[in-house]
């Protein structure tokens, strides 16, 4: 039998008996339960009820009293009050208790006789309350003749039921008892006899259980120590016995787990040292070409620093040749004004000669006029002397101006010829500036290209100096991977070589210890190479420190 039925088995019997004991007590419970209900309903509460009844049969009792001693009208009317008052509570707690509560024929014949003495008590009261105001002596001898016995005869049969109830309850509590000690001794009967099959279960699981695993127990403590490679015989078909053989089942495979591990670290460790020594290698070769990758770009940087200045240069003799090609087209605007200007001085001085000529004419006629104005004064004789001298220098003043017409007209045609000659030189000049601006346009073109040139071949240093920084980047990258790599491959050397001395722990029949292989030489590490880019009036170029 496997150890999960065994366990099963002894747990099923352990539940049926806690089943047994658990429906006993639930069985005692519920009859318990049951008994304290009916000694509720049959005994507390008629007594509680019965006993309301005798209070308001002994207070109806002390009112009617008190109105016989105090014997005044007020007093025998608030003594009716409080009787009918206290009356309407006593047939209220008696309306309650019967017939409902009534449980015995004794019970019954009590009840029957107190309704009896209720009647009899309701009938004469109103008459002894009648009597109260009136005669005393006859009051008095009224109340304890007739009343006094009428009350005691109701009171006595409370008492009786009150006793009936009493001894009912008794019995009910002495059959109580009589039950709750047969259902103790039924439970510690039932609890005796588990505990005993339970114990018996309980020592025959743990010997089918112990033995197994204190074999178990030894054999995992011989693994632990790192003695491997035994042989068990197990027996047996429960789960301890599988235990047993998968723990012997484990014990072989973890010795051909470990011998296997065994031989796969000594082959990383060999693997480790070769990695490790050729990543020492390939870091010394990385960082030399790192170091020359630095050198090229900060020639690079030179150069473009020198294409950078000449094309600022050219820059600069673009914009001279621009202001001297505006100042060429400033001076041939002036030298066509200066034409114009001289054309119309030439046409002024034509215009001046005209009216030279105009004057000169004038001044003909004004000769000829004054000559023959003195012709007539010397025929007119002595009268017409005075008039002859008027002529004479009227006369006078025409050749004058005659003369000075002709001097002008003479200065006139001088200045003409040389606005003439001015002319055609302003011409020249500003044909000359023409063909200096012509030939300024043509240097700020090439001047131009030049500069374009010149930026082109800066962006293009540029490009190649970014890809020899991307690539010096890289490098030095690959540089830190490389040291990476080769701390890493140190690193796996010394888990290795760790592993190795771990796995040294196991013992396995027939396995002979490893062989340390020789250990590759480390090559030292070039220092890697802090470059600065030089600086210049240009924008420099930031180079990152490796």
């Known amino acids: 039998m496997t150890i999960k039925w065994r366990i099963v088995l002894t747990m099923a019997g352990a539940l049926v008996a806690a089943i047994v004991i658990g429906v006993t007590g639930l069985v005692a419970l519920g009859r318990t339960q049951s008994s304290l209900e009916s000694m509720y309903k049959d005994t507390l509460m008629p007594v509680v009820h019965v006993t309301s009844v005798r209070t308001a049969l002994l207070e109806q009792r002390a009112a009617l009293n008190r109105a016989f001693v105090v014997a005044t009208p007020e007093a025998v009317a608030e003594a009716r009050k409080r009787v009918e008052a206290i009356g309407a509570t006593r047939d209220k707690a008696w309306a309650a208790y019967y017939p409902a509560l009534v449980t015995s024929d004794d019970e019954m014949a009590s009840a029957k006789a107190f309704i009896a003495a209720r009647q009899a008590v309701d009938q004469h009261m109103v008459e002894a309350l009648d009597k109260a105001a009136g005669d005393r002596a006859a009051a008095v001898t009224f109340l304890v003749k007739t009343m006094a016995p009428i009350f005691d005869a109701a009171t006595d049969e409370i008492g009786k039921i009150v006793a009936e109830n009493e001894r009912q309850a008794d019995e009910a509590f002495t059959e109580s008892s009589q039950r709750e000690q047969r259902i103790v001794m039924l439970t510690v009967g039932v609890l005796v006899v588990a505990a005993i099959l339970i114990a018996l279960a309980g020592f025959l699981l743990a010997r089918a259980v112990m033995v197994p695993l204190l074999r178990a127990r030894d054999l995992a403590g011989k693994i632990s120590q790192g003695d491997l490679n035994h042989h068990l015989q197990v027996e047996g078909s429960d789960e301890l016995s599988d235990m047993l053989r998968s723990l012997s089942t484990m014990d072989v495979k973890l010795t051909e787990i470990v011998g296997r591990v065994r031989d796969n670290a000594r082959q990383v460790t060999y693997a480790a040292r070769d990695i490790s020594g050729g990543s020492d290698d390939l870091s010394s070769r990385t960082q030399e070409q790192a170091s020359s990758l630095e050198e090229t770009a900060a020639s690079m940087e030179e150069m473009t620093a020198t294409v950078r200045e000449n094309f600022e240069g050219a820059e600069v003799a673009r914009d001279l040749t621009a202001s001297l090609l505006r100042d060429a087209t400033a001076g041939h605007e ?6 114009g200007a001289m054309e119309q001085i030439t046409e002024a001085s034509r215009s001046v000669g005209e009216i030279a000529v105009l004057i000169d004419e004038i001044a003909f006629q004004t000769n000829l006029l004054a000559l023959n104005a003195a012709v007539e004064a010397a025929r007119a004789g002595e009268q017409g002397r005075r008039f002859a001298v008027v002529a004479g220098e009227v006369r006078s003043l025409a050749q004058r101006s005659a003369t000075a017409a002709r001097d002008i007209k003479k200065l006139i045609g001088e200045a003409a010829d040389r606005v003439d000659t001015g002319s055609v030189l302003v011409r020249r000049t500003g044909d000359a500036l023409a063909l200096i601006g012509s030939g300024a346009n043509k240097v700020s073109g090439i001047v131009g290209n030049i500069a374009a040139a010149s930026l082109q071949q800066s962006a293009g240093i540029e490009q190649v100096n970014s890809a020899v920084t991307a690539l010096d980047d890289v490098t030095q990258q690959n540089a830190a991977l490389v040291e990476e790599t080769s701390a890493a491959s140190r690193q796996m050397l010394e888990l290795a070589e760790e ?24 090559r030292p590490i070039a220092p890697s190479v802090t470059r600065v880019a030089p600086k210049g009036d240009h924008d420099a170029v930031a180079w990152q420190e490796f």
Do not use: K
């Open 334 to 339: 002036v030298a066509v004004d200066a034409v």
């Open 499 to 522: 592993l190795m001395r771990q796995v040294a722990f196991f013992h396995i029949d027939g396995e002979a210890e490893p062989i340390d292989a020789p250990v590759r030489a480390q």
